[in-house]
């Protein structure tokens, strides 16, 4: 197991990062876990408000820019630094847009919310610069390949951020305020360097820059609507529901929706994987990719979901309090819409490498409607269950578009979305051997 996470393929760099994804999640449950227990529903529902818009506005400025950055760099690797340079710089040129967006639409973005919330996540919004910036940064990892070092920029701040919610708890301080500032600031000095990683590394220079400015645009133009409506959708139940719960009720919300996204741990491994290990091959070659990360997927997704489903009330208990058991049936159907949405992020990946991004963008285009509808109509009858039906009709409208859309743009069959047994027995003979085979060399 060592020799293979150790490798250079595609499956040895998705499993490795899965592995640091439930790392971050482990970590993320147990920031949770203290934020639930010290704060209490209410309390963290408080923190929710502050800390979600630099992420949402930050990551929706960064104008698609990182799947740009790593399409047109493998298929130009002569003009690497130029195209690094004028990502980069679009990139800050982004993170600008997303601060001015938030301190303008801030007190309308947060209705309900008091005068100390809404100042406090006004002066939060400055780290929507630093997270537009980041995500260009760390797609320059993607782009080298570079997985170990990306997997470690991803949970140091994470684990910087528990110590210092530990902290805060023992000595009486949490508040919301303070658990904000000790969510974000642990990021600046992993931002600071990993900045100095790509000035070094990439040396950016403008040679080349501007003459990459028109095709990053163009792809960016493109992949942007997909992108960005990704992004509103894993934030849009959230915006709704702030002004449609009570804080208590928004605090269990965000609390089973971060636990159900344990689920995700092996899909969101792959996207990062997939699009630097396939951009630039045949449809043949992508597909067929695509297909083998399927077949090991899927049947993990399904383990832990069953186990979830059926202890979820014990869990809720165990690591949160009784008051948060009251979300139970909303975390069942919350950890099957993670499943769909699972499979349906992997099977998205063969259109951002084989240049077809806009078909991304309206499937996701067209989800945002039925997200906001479902949420207005189901949400106010029946609180946090309500949003979670709501939030799973959308996920499988887009697991059904997105699959069918294979026939009618490529002419070709989607990937199985399950093994067949000869391929379970090949990775069990693989792993045994502790060895990348044959097909795994060819993808290096």
């Keep these: 197991m060592g020799r293979f996470l150790r490798g250079e393929s595609a499956a040895s760099a998705i499993a490795h990062v899965a592995m640091t994804n439930g790392f971050v999640l482990c970590i993320n449950v147990l920031?949770?876990?203290?934020?639930?227990?010290?704060?209490?529903?209410?309390g963290r529902g408080e923190f929710a408000?502050?800390?979600?818009?630099?992420?949402?506005?930050?990551?929706?400025?960064?104008?698609?820019?990182?799947?740009?950055?790593?399409?047109?760099?493998?298929?130009?690797?002569?003009?690497?630094?130029?195209?690094?340079?004028?990502?980069?710089?679009l990139s800050v040129i982004g993170?600008?847009?997303?601060?001015?967006?938030?301190?303008?639409?801030?007190?309308?973005?947060?209705?309900?919310?008091?005068?100390?919330?809404?100042?406090?996540?006004?002066?939060?919004?400055?780290?929507?610069?630093?997270?537009?910036?980041?995500?260009?940064?760390?797609?320059?990892?993607?782009?080298?390949?570079?997985?170990?070092l990306y997997n470690r920029v991803r949970y140091?701040?994470?684990?910087?951020?528990?110590?210092?919610?530990?902290?805060?708890?023992?000595?009486?301080?949490?508040?919301?305020?303070?658990?904000?500032?000790?969510?974000?600031?642990?990021?600046?000095?992993?931002?600071?360097?990993?900045?100095?990683?790509?000035?070094?590394?990439?040396?950016?220079?403008?040679?080349?820059?501007?003459?990459?400015?028109?095709?990053?645009?163009?792809?960016?133009?493109?992949a942007y609507g997909g992108e960005a409506a990704g992004t509103l959708l894993i934030y849009l139940d959230k915006v709704f529901l702030v002004n449609l719960l009570s804080p208590a009720s928004y605090g269990v919300y965000v609390v089973i929706f971060n636990l159900s996204r344990?689920?995700?741990?092996?899909?969101?491994?792959?996207?990062?994987?997939?699009?630097?290990?396939?951009?630039?091959?045949?449809?043949?070659?992508?597909?067929?990719?695509?297909?083998?990360?399927?077949?090991?997927?899927?049947?993990?997704?399904?383990?832990?979901?069953?186990?979830?489903?059926l202890g979820g009330r014990l869990v809720l208990r165990t690591l949160y309090g009784v008051d948060f058991t009251v979300g139970y049936w909303a975390l069942g159907c919350l950890i099957v819409e993670a499943v769909v949405s699972s499979v349906t992020q992997v099977i998205t990946q063969p259109y951002l490498a084989l240049n077809r991004p806009g078909v991304v963008t309206i499937?996701?285009?067209?989800?945002?409607?039925?997200?906001?509808?479902?949420?207005?109509?189901?949400?106010?009858?029946?609180?946090?269950?309500?949003?979670?039906?709501?939030?799973?009709l959308t996920t499988l409208y887009r697991a059904t578009a997105t699959y069918l859309s294979y026939r009618l743009l490529f002419g070709v069959a989607a990937p199985a979305l399950w093994p067949e047994s000869r391929q379970v027995w090949e990775w069990l003979r693989r792993l045994r051997a502790g060895a990348p085979s044959r097909l795994e060399a060819s993808e290096r």
């Excluded at 309900?112 to 320059?140: K, N, Y």
Aim: a positive charge.
């Design 31 to 42: 920031t949770g876990v203290v934020a639930a227990r010290f704060l209490g529903p209410r």
């Design 49 to 89: 408000a502050i800390t979600l818009w630099p992420q949402l506005l930050g990551y929706a400025f960064a104008f698609a820019l990182p799947s740009a950055l790593v399409y047109h760099a493998k298929r130009h690797p002569q003009n690497r630094a130029g195209i690094a340079a004028m990502a980069l710089a």
């Design 95 to 148: 993170g600008g847009l997303a601060f001015v967006a938030g301190e303008s639409l801030m007190p309308m973005l947060l209705r309900q919310a008091t005068p100390d919330i809404l100042r406090a996540a006004r002066w939060m919004m400055v780290f929507g610069i630093t997270a537009t910036v980041s995500t260009v940064l760390m797609a320059l990892l993607q782009l080298e390949e570079r997985f170990h």
């Design 156 to 222: 140091l701040p994470l684990l910087l951020t528990l110590g210092c919610l530990l902290a805060l708890a023992v000595s009486g301080r949490l508040t919301p305020l303070s658990a904000a500032l000790a969510y974000f600031l642990p990021g600046v000095p992993i931002f600071l360097w990993l900045a100095w990683w790509a000035a070094r590394h990439f040396r950016p220079r403008m040679t080349g820059a501007l003459g990459s400015i028109g095709p990053l645009v163009s792809y960016s133009g493109r």
């Design 262 to 309: 344990v689920i995700t741990t092996l899909s969101s491994a792959a996207a990062p994987v997939l699009l630097p290990k396939s951009a630039g091959r045949s449809i043949d070659d992508v597909i067929a990719m695509t297909g083998r990360v399927l077949s090991i997927a899927t049947p993990l997704l399904l383990v832990p979901a069953v186990g979830f489903v």
């Design 363 to 392: 499937i996701q285009a067209t989800s945002l409607p039925l997200l906001a509808l479902a949420m207005w109509l189901l949400a106010p009858r029946w609180g946090i269950n309500g949003a979670a039906v709501g939030l799973l």
